[in-house]
């Protein structure tokens, strides 16, 4: 990472002078308190028949204490990406840990009183945390392992995303069976702190505002105009569509038509995302080492897999068999998702980098919010193939921006 300015040029020595294993624990905390933001984002989901019951309201209320921290995300990431590019990211992240428990005893007390649009909320306000932390980590985790080294470290932050999932996915359940179910609001809070303790002191000279004055608005705007940012974005974009549509969706294509059961088919589907922690780290690793640096080929070969492994769901009736297209398409799609925000940074004068990893959150969680939904119309009106047929459409697209994606510095 360099810059002329004096502030990147300090955090770049800041950068250099600390140690390898001080860079891996600058990691290592950041992904921790990003683990605990992901469980507890997720952890409704595993019990909305309490939630739904606890609340009084049905399954698309109830489902939406869950979705709608992803349209928080969709609409506060890119004020948050600028608001980063002019202040000091290390203590936002601080502060959004702090506002997580804000969030977490604000839901807890809801959760008991019966009061949906408190929780609501406490949920809108954890997903301001969310973007906070993703963002700034992200931004922080660059400066600190540049080079060859860089894509690598933030694929490794990256795959706190399924970590916190499947923690708050498996332990939701039993922490509402002990504590009631709002308690899933303060139950992670406890590892953001371990995080941000770790975390804090590693990232000492780190995040700050570069230059003598913050990036101005024309700079800002230069981000949103650029082509090769938004070319970028929409991978992101097409990469989380796929991923929350298998997500959303195969588990009831597989009990509805394969005829399997809920449990098998949940735990058929969950080898989708799961992989994803080897294949958000793998993609810095293929992207450093094996392409020296190049990023195109990592993304262009993730939408070529994906594609038809997508479509080949609906074709596909061994259990078997299923697993292993669940397993490599997880894989594949979520090498797009892990190297996507390096990428994005790179692409851009350092000044503005959060900015540019901010636009990439927002489309990319766009896709995200909108795919079960565009997903399940399509499946009413048509039907399972169609719908298979048209994200693996998407999975096309994808290779096809990719092909045309520029590379860093080139």
């Known amino acids: 990472m360099t810059d002329s300015t004096g502030g990147t040029e300090t955090a770049t020595s800041a950068a250099r002078q600390r140690s390898g294993r001080t860079r891996w624990a600058l990691v290592a905390g950041a992904s921790l308190v990003s683990v605990a933001l992901g469980a507890y984002e997720i952890s409704p989901a595993s019990v909305t028949p309490l939630v739904r019951e606890s609340l009084g309201v049905g399954d698309a209320a109830a489902g939406l204490v869950v979705s709608v921290m992803f349209g928080t995300a969709v609409v506060a990431s890119l004020p948050i990406g600028a608001m980063l590019d002019r202040t000091d990211s290390r203590r936002a992240v601080a502060v959004a840990v702090l506002v997580l428990f804000v969030a977490g005893v604000w839901g807890w007390i809801a959760g008991e009183r019966g009061a949906f649009l408190s929780v609501l909320g406490s949920r809108i306000l954890g997903g301001v945390a969310y973007v906070v932390v993703w963002n700034a980590s992200i931004d922080i985790v660059s400066e600190a392992v540049t080079g060859a080294r860089r894509a690598t470290a933030v694929g490794v932050f990256t795959a706190s995303g399924p970590v916190g999932f499947a923690l708050g996915q498996s332990t939701a359940p039993a922490i509402a069976a002990r504590f009631g179910w709002p308690a899933i609001f ?101 992207s450093d080492r094996l392409f020296g640096g190049r990023r195109r080929p990592v993304v262009l070969a993730s939408f070529v897999v994906a594609a038809p492994l997508v479509a080949s769901v609906v074709a596909t009736r061994s259990v078997v068999a299923l697993l292993a297209v669940l397993l490599v398409a997880g894989f594949a799609v979520q090498l797009t998702l892990g190297l996507s925000f390096a990428y994005v940074r790179e692409l851009v004068d350092p000044r503005v980098a959060a900015t540019a990893v901010a636009f990439q959150t927002a489309v990319g969680l766009a896709g995200a919010f909108a795919a079960p939904i565009v997903g399940g119309a399509v499946i009413e009106r048509a039907g399972y193939t169609a719908a298979f047929l048209a994200a693996s459409a998407l999975g096309v697209l994808g290779v096809v921006l990719a092909w045309r994606a520029p590379e860093p510095g080139r």
């Open 186 to 286: 303060l139950a992670f809070n406890g590892l953001a702190l371990v995080g941000l303790a770790v975390f804090w002191p590693t990232s000492r000279g780190l995040g700050a505002v570069g230059g003598d004055a913050p990036p101005t608005r024309a700079e800002f705007g230069d981000v949103l105009r650029d082509r090769a940012v938004w070319t970028v974005g929409g991978l992101g974009f097409l990469g989380y569509s796929l991923y929350l549509f298998v997500n959303s969706w195969a588990p009831s294509y597989l009990t509805d038509v394969v005829g399997l059961s809920l449990g098998v088919s949940g735990l058929l589907v969950a080898a989708f995302p799961a992989v994803g922690v080897l294949a958000r780290v793998s993609s810095g690793l293929l």
